[in-house]
């Protein structure tokens, strides 16, 4: 096969059209860990592997592996390991994550229909959970296979009140939320030649450029927490402004810290991106406020220093104001390097096809910073239409440039050669 069949692109955009009918949501892309919908998305991807020719298997955390394996001659195969995440966030778009997942199994369709095999495994995962929607928690399903999982996690609620070993044990796969089964479920570190991910840029940078592709140069880390602010319940008519121990308006001069603290440094981001006051009523003044923080930088430094203010500056706002704060860290996940022996096999692809070889860092988190813990790790963006938008429906890439991303996956996966044994 010289070059891929010009229909990869438009499978790839049809099969994320099928795969976003599976929503929990009306109207829209919600796809939350364990739902009835995640369950028909992860059956219809079990499909697709199958009928592409891999051997499929559903772990523990409910991840979809599916082989393509090496030409039986290749008796010490390693792994090469490609996927991407297939939860999204709410109201969510359907390339973030699905695309890593389904233009791999087109190509592994394409590559099996014209006969060829790869003188390596190659493992395509559907990984169960990136975004953190439904348990506050995020990178369960790659912390799984990089044996990073915290048993603990299996303890937390969602909002109804369901744990996460509960969820695990209703979902009916293979030793689903055992301890010792999520432990079994990690991959040995030694078997790997590398993991690469396909992933929307989820930016307006390629598209700014005018360029379909990208190669990723690093990871930013981020931290997420939940906030509690507690303050006094009472009248909203009768109780003088300077006698409120008020955890509404205390949430949000910390909410505006946030903004002012993050503003400060080009790399470094903050976002409240949920905001509760729990049983409130419009005549009482909030007893309670929660929210989110998600803090992301260019540099774990910049990151943790800008951390340290905050939770410092949500202190002394608390102190003040007569609250009482509490900051819980729920995923803290460390800037991720691209290793450049493997962009540069993705560079050669691009530079021989005459394209231009363009690096990029990426501000989103993405399921290789956690394998990027037990493995090298590489990541070939595609370019975002709709001005670079994303986790928003609007989300979008063209037919031409999935076909192009598959394109050089194609070339990629054919003239990977593992990293050279360092003498
Ligand atoms: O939040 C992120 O960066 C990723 O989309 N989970
Ligand atoms: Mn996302
Ligand atoms: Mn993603």
Wanted: hydrophobic share 45%; proline share 5%.
């Amino acid at each position: 096969m010289t070059a891929a069949p010009p229909s990869l692109g438009a499978r790839i955009l049809a099969r994320a059209a099928e795969l976003a009918r599976h929503s929990d949501m009306e109207g829209g892309l919600t796809c939350a860990f364990l739902t009835p919908a995640h369950a028909r998305a992860q059956a219809d991807l079990a499909a697709w592997m199958e009928d592409a020719g891999m051997t499929v298997r559903i772990d523990a955390i409910g991840n979809v592996i599916g082989r393509y394996a090496a030409d039986p001659d290749e008796a010490a195969a390693q792994v090469l390991m490609t996927g991407s995440h297939f939860d999204t966030v709410r109201d969510g778009g359907r390339y973030d994550g699905r695309l890593g997942i389904l233009l791999p199994i087109a190509v592994v369709g394409a590559l099996r229909d014209a006969g060829i095999r790869l003188p390596y495994h190659l493992d395509v995962v559907a990984f169960a959970e990136e975004e953190g929607l439904r348990f506050k928690t995020s990178f369960l399903a790659s912390s799984v296979l990089a044996d990073r999982f915290d048993a603990a996690l299996l303890d937390r609620v969602d909002a109804d009140g369901v744990t996460m070993a509960a969820a695990l044990a209703g979902a009916g796969f293979p030793g689903a939320g055992k301890p010792d089964a999520l432990r079994a479920a990690a991959v040995d570190p030694a078997t790997l030649a590398g993991f690469v991910e396909v992933h929307i840029e989820q930016g307006p940078v390629l598209l700014h450029r005018g360029l379909p592709l990208g190669i990723v140069t690093q990871i930013a880390g981020s931290s997420r927490f939940q906030v509690r602010i507690e303050g006094l319940a009472s009248h909203a008519g009768t109780t003088p402004m300077d006698m409120r121990r008020d955890a509404a308006a205390g949430a949000a001069e910390m909410i505006l810290l946030v903004e002012q603290r993050c503003g400060q440094v080009p790399s470094l981001v903050g976002t409240v991106g949920q905001l509760q006051v729990p049983n409130g009523s419009s005549n009482v003044i909030p007893a309670a406020c929660t929210f989110s923080m998600d803090i992301r930088a260019g540099e774990d430094g910049i990151r943790e220093a800008a951390i340290a203010d905050i939770v410092a500056g949500i202190e002394r706002i608390a102190t003040r104001r007569g609250l009482t704060a509490s900051v819980e860290r729920v995923t803290p996940v460390n800037n991720a390097p691209c290793a450049r022996w493997l962009m540069d096999q993705f560079g050669a692809v691009l530079r021989k096809r005459g394209m231009e070889v363009f690096e990029l860092p990426s501000g989103a988190g993405h399921d290789a910073m956690m394998m990027q813990r037990i493995t090298d790790v590489a990541m070939l963006f595609v370019r975002c239409g709709n001005g670079g938008i994303s986790h928003n429906p609007l989300e979008t890439i063209t037919e031409e440039d999935a076909q192009q991303a598959a394109e050089v996956f194609v070339d990629f996966l054919r003239h990977f050669r593992p990293k050279p044994v360092e003498q």
